[in-house]
């Protein structure tokens, strides 16, 4: 947990910052070309004006760099118009595919209990190695990480769910 942190202009190239807390932290030209960002966690408060950063990952083991291709690099400003529209969006991460009809009733169920924050999907994306990214907006003010385990945890019930409905069809 670094929130609240002063890293103005500090050197964070190819650090590993995966499930950082850095709510309201000052990274105010800070220098992140490399570094890993899987899963932190940043909120409106947090100072990202006149980053310096080439690429970063999104995921651990200099997985799902951005930009993708190794010949681009952000353009300056990038990195922070990039994070700034991030910082209402929660990324669900699927490794091994998505049971579609497990994840829709479980958003329905998500959804209902977290109608205040404004949720919704916002992007389903296939990435190359079979893995899936859906994207959710939520409302600023929303408590991201609380949320995201909420999901996952309804959506493990609903696989659990509906695997025993289907043991109980073949049953018959």
Same mark, same amino acid.
């Given at each position: 947990?670094?929130?609240?942190? #002063? !890293?103005?202009?500090?050197? $964070?190239?190819?650090?590993?910052?995966?499930?950082? %807390? @850095?709510?309201?932290?000052? +990274?105010? =030209?800070?220098?992140?070309?490399?570094?890993?960002?899987?899963?932190?966690?940043?909120?409106?408060?947090?100072?990202?004006?006149?980053?310096?950063?080439?690429?970063?990952?999104?995921?651990?083991?200099?997985?799902?760099?951005?930009?993708?291709?190794?010949?681009?690099?952000?353009?300056?400003?990038?990195?922070?118009?990039?994070?700034?529209? #991030? !910082?209402?969006?929660?990324? $669900?991460?699927?490794?091994?595919?998505?049971?579609? %009809? @497990?994840?829709?009733?479980? +958003?329905? =169920?998500?959804?209902?209990?977290?109608?205040?924050?404004?949720?919704?999907?916002?992007?389903?994306?296939?990435?190359?190695?079979?893995?899936?990214?859906?994207?959710?907006?939520?409302?600023?003010?929303?408590?991201?990480?609380?949320?995201?385990?909420?999901?996952?945890?309804?959506?493990?019930?609903?696989?659990?769910?509906?695997?025993?409905?289907?043991?109980?069809?073949?049953? $018959?």
């Amino acid at each position: 947990d670094i929130s609240q942190a #002063a !890293l103005e202009e500090a050197w $964070l190239e190819r650090a590993n910052l995966t499930r950082i %807390q @850095a709510l309201g932290t000052n +990274f105010y =030209k800070a220098k992140l070309t490399g570094a890993c960002l899987e899963a932190w966690n940043i909120d409106s408060t947090t100072r990202l004006e006149g980053v310096e950063c080439d690429f970063i990952y999104r995921l651990n083991n200099q997985q799902e760099r951005r930009p993708s291709s190794e010949e681009n690099v952000f353009a300056p400003g990038e990195f922070t118009s990039l994070f700034e529209e #991030a !910082l209402n969006t929660i990324d $669900l991460i699927f490794r091994d595919g998505v049971d579609w %009809q @497990a994840f829709f009733q479980s +958003f329905e =169920k998500l959804h209902s209990q977290y109608s205040d924050d404004e949720l919704s999907i916002q992007a389903i994306e296939k990435k190359s190695d079979g893995a899936f990214v859906i994207r959710l907006e939520v409302s600023e003010s929303a408590d991201k990480s609380f949320i995201e385990r909420r999901a996952k945890e309804l959506y493990a019930y609903e696989v659990k769910a509906l695997e025993a409905q289907y043991e109980e069809r073949l049953r $018959l």
